[in-house]
């Protein structure tokens, strides 16, 4: 199952299912205009990724260090104020 979101003027689909570099759980290809999520992840974890892979589909141009900080910090604080994973079919 998959969703289809724009991103900055560019229309990206988002998918759940195993990455295809098994090094990671989540995968944003620019190119493609894909961002690929883990099934196998939930909680603030999977929150975590759609957001750092969001992040690399607005802004690809900056470092994934800069990225895995800000995803990190703003999932830990949508999951204080509430955010709770529902998975994929909300």
Known sequence: MGVSHIFRGKRFK?????????????????EAKEITVSPKIEGVDRLDCIIHEAIHACLSDISDD???ESSTCIAKLLWKLGYKDQGENR
Request: hydrophobic residues 35%; proline residues 5%; contains cysteine.
């Open 66 to 68: 800069a990225v895995n």
């Open 14 to 30: 988002v998918t759940f299912k195993a990455p295809k570099n098994k090094n990671h759980v989540g995968i944003c290809d620019y």
